[in-house]
Every structure is written in structure tokens, then in C-alpha cells.
């Protein structure tokens, strides 16, 4: 089993993130990527994470039609920082066996050095870098043989433009999947007064609304153990 672990914050995900994971499952010969939504932190430099279960539920809709595709809820239910050793390690213990494929953005593996356990991360993942065309990847220090770049051009897509794009009430449609942008609407996200914070902390925010309060979105019906 080649497994593709998918991380990141996905606040919110959108079209490049699911043409990424597409791309990046067809050149590494994946059987299944697994949307895996970090839990915290709250706050990320000046900005205010959306709650986890607002972002682990736009992962479950954008993914619900794809049987390749899978969200694990993992990094959403562990208590303290999301650190990508503890990922790995509870997807592996979820999946004995499998090749586990950790994708995420370029920039954000610039540091990879630096993350908790960084030799283990590396022994148990092989990285994978997705990035737009053109991008340069400052060199990580673990050896370019370590990191798969792989260049998608929907990248040009991002979350940060996604957010100021719905705060100034311009469209989002076609960027993201039109479930994740009615959810965006229902739940009034984005707008400078938006209550899809992390107020009401992190027990709160892992009570994925109704309908979608399942650990794992897998169209086979496969659970995962770990979620
Ligand atoms: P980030 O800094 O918010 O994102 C950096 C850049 O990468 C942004 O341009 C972002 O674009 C893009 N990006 C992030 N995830 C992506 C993905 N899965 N596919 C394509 N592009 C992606 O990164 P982050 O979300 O905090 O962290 C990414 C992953 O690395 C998470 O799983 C996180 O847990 C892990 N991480 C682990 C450690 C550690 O273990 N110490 C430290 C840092 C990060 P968008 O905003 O459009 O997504």
C-alpha cells in the first residue's frame, strides 16, 4: 500500500490542494492520499486559525467524490501542537506496512530541520514538495534526493488569497469546490467579523457539525483506526 499523507492547514483547502494531491498520486504511484488537516495552532503569526472542525469539514465535502482520496482527522483530535512525526506515527500504526508519502507545500518543508524529530520524519516519509512552476526551492539541508518537487501550476491558487477574496466579497467560484464555498457561505467564514475562530477552544472545535461527524471521510467505507 503507497499511501500519500497530505498536510497542511487547508484554511481553506481548494482547488490547488486537490490538483496537487491528484498530480502528486499519479507520479508517485499512490493508492490513496489522505487529507490530514492540522489541528493547532489557533494562531499563526497575526492570524486566527479557522476552528479545526470548520476545516476539517471543507476537507470531507472537497474530497466526498474522489475514492482516491481520504481525510483523516488525526492531527485534529491530538491535544497540543501538530507535529508531523506524531502524523506519520499514527498513520503508520493505522496503516502497518504501507510507504507513507508526506506531501505538503515546498515552503512550508523549508524547515523541515527544525520539526520535532526531523530523523524520524525523514525515515518514515519519503517528502514531497508540491509548488508552483518557476518556484525555487531554498534548500531544505537533507539532501535533494530526500525531496520530491513537483510543479503544479493550480497552485497559483492559495488560502490566503481564497480568505481576502470572500472578505472582499469577490468570487471564489471554481477556486474552490462549489460544496466548500456554500460551506464558506452557510458559516459565514472570512468575513472580517467571522465568527469561525478558535474562541471556544479546541473542544469545541472537533464537534464536526452534524453529518459529517465520522473520524474518516472514505468512500470505500474503510474506517481509520487512528482517526
Ligand atoms: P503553511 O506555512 O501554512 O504553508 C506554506 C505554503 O505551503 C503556503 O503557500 C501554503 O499554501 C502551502 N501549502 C501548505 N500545505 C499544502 C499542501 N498540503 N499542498 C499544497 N500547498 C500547501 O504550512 P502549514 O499548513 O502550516 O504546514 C504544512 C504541513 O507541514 C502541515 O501538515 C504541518 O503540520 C507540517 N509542519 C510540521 C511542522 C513540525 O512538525 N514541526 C512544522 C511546520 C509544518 P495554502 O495556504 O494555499 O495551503
Known amino acids: 500500500m503507497r499511501l500519500g499523507v497530505m498536510g497542511g492547514t ?34 499563526k503569526g497575526h492570524r486566527q486559525v479557522t476552528a479545526a472542525s470548520h ?23 491530538r491535544p497540543g501542537p501538530t507535529y ?27 524547515g523541515i530541520l527544525t520539526w520535532r524529530d526531523a530523523d524520524e520524519v525523514l525515515r518514515r516519509a519519503q517528502l ?33 488569497d481564497i480568505r481576502d477574496r470572500v472578505r472582499r466579497g469577490a468570487p471564489i467560484d ?6 466548500v464555498a456554500e460551506y464558506i457561505t452557510e458559516q459565514g467564514l472570512y468575513q472580517p467579523d467571522a465568527g469561525g475562530g478558535v474562541a471556544a477552544g479546541l473542544g469545541a472545535a472537533i464537534e464536526a457539525p452534524a453529518g459529517v461527524g465520522v473520524a474518516v471521510n472514505h468512500p470505500s467505507g474503510r474506517g481509520d483506526s487512528a482517526g
Open 10 to 43: 487547508f484554511d481553506p483547502i481548494h482547488v490547488g490542494h486537490l490538483v496537487a494531491a491528484s498530480e502528486a498520486g499519479f507520479l508517485l504511484g499512490l493508492d490513496e492520499v489522505i487529507f490530514v488537516p492540522t489541528g493547532q495552532p489557533w494562531q
Open 55 to 77: 476545516r476539517l469539514t471543507m476537507c470531507l465535502r472537497a474530497t466526498a467524490d474522489n475514492p482516491r482520496f481520504a481525510v483523516s482527522r488525526v492531527d485534529v483530535d
Open 84 to 110: 508531523t512525526v506524531d502524523t506519520l506515527r499514527d498513520l503508520a500504526a493505522a496503516h502497518p506496512g504501507a510507504h507513507l508519502a508526506f506531501i505538503t507545500g515546498a515552503d512550508a518543508l523549508r
Open 174 to 179: 471554481y477556486l474552490v469546490p462549489a460544496e
Open 128 to 160: 514531497v514538495g508540491v509548488t508552483r512552476p518557476g518556484h525555487v526551492l531554498v534548500d531544505p539541508g537533507v539532501g535533494a534526493d530526500r525531496v520530491t518537487l513537483i510543479d503544479v501550476p493550480a497552485l497559483a491558487i492559495s488560502s490566503t
